[in-house]
Each structure stands twice: as structure tokens, then as C-alpha cells.
């Protein structure tokens, strides 16, 4: 009796120590899940503030972009109106070339500025010939007032326009001059005289 007494006594202790070994174990299970439940919740908070962040930059750039494509419509819109004024411009210019042309039979082509002053690619004449130059309006250093320099453009003509040029022309007007500002009208006429001469 007393052996199966001992036997049943451990029987129980060992139940007693295994239910308690197995309580620890649902413990730690419990506890390990809470842990794991816990740290997905602070995951959950921390991508739902990030979400919450993003979406809000997403809207803020947003907002950018519209106000810069509204920005880029104003600008578009305001060089559209630039370039019509332009246009506009362009053509003018051309009607007071044309009239020039008319009046003096001088067309200007081309002006640009350098260091050295202002220039004009021009071409004078009339039915008889026509003189292609270069004129530039730049400072004299010497004498502090302004000097034309003329530079003939001889090869946009064939040598058959050259050979009745020389014939109208005085020799001089083949080589580049120079000469006071106020001497540009006696140098206007004498071309427009010399090129009005019929060639015999």
C-alpha cells in the first residue's frame, strides 16, 4: 500500500511541477504574443504617421506643381505676347527699310555692335549697279568725335558686276576709307552719283 501510495504521491507532485512548467510555458507564449501585438501596434502608429506625413507632402507638392504649371501658362502666355509684339516690331522695320531703300537707294541688311562701335552691312544702287559695303560708326580716340569706316564687299558680286562697277566707281571706292562723320552725306551722294551713270 504504502508503494502505490509513494507512486501516486509523485504522480501528482510530477503533474503538480508539469501543470506548473506548463502554466510558465502559456505564460511565456502570452506574453511573447503581447509583445509582438505591442510592437505591431507601435508599427501600425508609425506607418499611419508616416502615411499621414507622406500624404500631406504628396498634397503640398501637389500645390507646388499647380502653381508652377499656372506660373509656366502666365509666362507662356506672356512671351506669346512678346514674341507677336515682336513680330509686329520686325515688320515695322522692314516698312522703314523699304521706305529708305525708296528714298536713298541704300538697303540695309544686317547692324550689329562690337567693341569698336557700330556697323551696317548695306548694298547701294540702282538699275545701272549696285555697291555692297560695310559701314561702321566708331569713336575716334584722337580727335574724340566719331568715324565712319567704309569696307567694300566685293565677293557677293559676279566679276562681271565688278567689271561695271569699276567702270562708274572711282578707284578709291574699292578700298576700305575712312573719314569724319559729318563728311557721310558727301560720301552717300558721290556713291549715288557715281552708281547712277550709265555704262557705255
Given amino acids: 500500500m504504502r ?14 511541477h508539469g501543470s506548473g512548467v506548463g502554466m510558465d510555458a502559456l505564460t511565456q507564449y502570452r506574453n511573447s504574443v503581447k509583445e509582438r501585438l505591442d510592437s505591431a501596434d507601435v508599427l501600425v502608429a508609425k506607418l499611419v504617421h508616416e502615411n499621414t506625413v507622406l500624404s500631406q507632402t504628396v498634397e503640398t507638392r501637389t500645390q507646388e506643381v499647380e502653381n508652377v504649371r499656372h506660373q509656366l501658362k502666365t509666362l507662356q ?32 541688311h544686317k547692324s550689329y555692335e562690337d567693341d ?19 559701314l561702321g560708326f566708331v569713336k575716334n580716340e584722337s580727335s574724340a568725335g566719331t568715324e565712319v569706316v567704309y569696307v567694300p564687299l566685293l565677293k557677293q558680286r559676279s566679276s562681271d558686276e565688278l567689271r561695271a562697277l569699276q567702270k562708274q566707281l572711282p578707284g578709291y571706292m574699292f578700298d576700305t576709307l575712312s573719314f569724319p562723320l559729318k563728311s557721310l552725306y558727301q560720301f552717300y551722294s558721290k556713291m549715288a552719283r557715281s552708281l547712277s551713270k550709265k555704262i557705255e
Fill in 3 to 16: 508503494g502505490l501510495e509513494k507512486l501516486v504521491t509523485g504522480r501528482l507532485e510530477g503533474v503538480e
Fill in 77 to 108: 502666355n506672356r512671351v506669346a505676347e512678346l514674341e507677336g509684339r515682336e513680330a509686329r516690331q520686325e515688320e515695322e522695320i522692314e516698312i522703314v527699310k523699304d521706305l529708305f531703300e525708296h528714298l536713298c537707294g541704300v538697303r540695309v
Fill in 116 to 134: 569698336t562701335g557700330l556697323w551696317f552691312d548695306a548694298s547701294q544702287g540702282s538699275r545701272n549697279g549696285i555697291m555692297d559695303y560695310k
